[in-house]
């Protein structure tokens, strides 16, 4: 079964970036695609964007683009998300989970970002 | 504001049932096909509902979903205390090429 292994918590300056990695262990990582997910504070789920590693091109959604940069190491199986220009608006956790369009049925544990 | 719409909260008894609705529009429910999560403070959300009706081995079968239309609905019967928790929908939306979520609605077993 696969599992995924997030990078632990962070605190970051605004106007920083960040940088979460994802691990998978237990399958093939190469042919499955993959989202990250973000939930700020007492708030609902956000979906940042996703990718299949095999393809070279991430899809992001609209409010993060040019400021997130979705990759993948096929050799470690590791799955990486970075976030730029932080303000605090960006704190939250953030989730990488498999999947790409919905039916995300392995999660990470999360990793919370706080910008402060 | 999310753009799908779920109830902020919804209550019932132990053992009735509660039905939870996912309201959007062509380009996401009504299009594409529905997944629903249960996540509990602190912890990561756990799929139960994929493909608007499928269940993910180990998920019991009092827990179903549904589609009509624009709209999606879970249903959960014989509730128990653990099911306490915030429940979202998720869907691909064809427009906005992005995933979307309802806004999450707290279930709360009196």
């Known amino acids: 079964q696969v599992q995924l292994v997030q990078s632990g918590a962070e605190v970051k300056r605004p106007g920083s970036s960040v940088k979460v990695s994802c691990k998978a262990s237990?399958?093939?990582?190469?042919?499955?695609?993959f989202s990250w997910v973000r939930q700020a504070p007492a708030q609902g789920l956000e979906w940042m964007g996703g990718?299949?590693?095999?393809?070279?091109?991430?899809n992001y959604a609209q409010r993060f683009q040019g400021r997130v940069t979705i990759t993948a190491d096929e050799s470690t199986g590791t799955a990486y998300m970075e976030l730029s220009s932080l303000t605090p608006d960006d704190t939250a956790v953030y989730y990488c989970t498999r999947g790409l369009r919905g039916g995300f049925d392995i999660w990470g544990q999360g990793t919370l970002v706080t910008v402060s | 504001q999310s753009v799908l719409t779920q109830p902020p909260s919804v209550s019932a008894a132990p053992g009735q049932r509660v039905t939870i609705s996912c309201s959007g529009t062509?380009?996401?429910?009504?299009?594409?096909?529905v997944s629903w999560f249960q996540q509990f403070p602190g912890t990561a959300p756990k799929l139960l509902i994929y493909d608007n009706h499928k269940r993910p081995s180990g998920i019991p079968d009092r827990i179903s979903g549904s589609k009509s239309g624009t709209s999606a609905t879970l249903d959960i019967t014989g509730l128990q205390t653990g099911d306490e928790a915030d429940y979202y929908c998720?869907?691909?939306?064809?427009?906005?090429?992005?995933?979307?979520f309802g806004g999450g609605t707290k279930l709360t077993v009196l």
């Open positions: 237990g399958g093939s990582f190469s042919n499955f695609g």
């Open positions: 998720g869907v691909w939306d064809s427009s906005l090429s992005a995933v979307v």
């Open positions: 062509s380009s996401n429910i009504g299009n594409n096909y």
């Open positions: 990718s299949i590693p095999i393809f070279p091109a991430p």
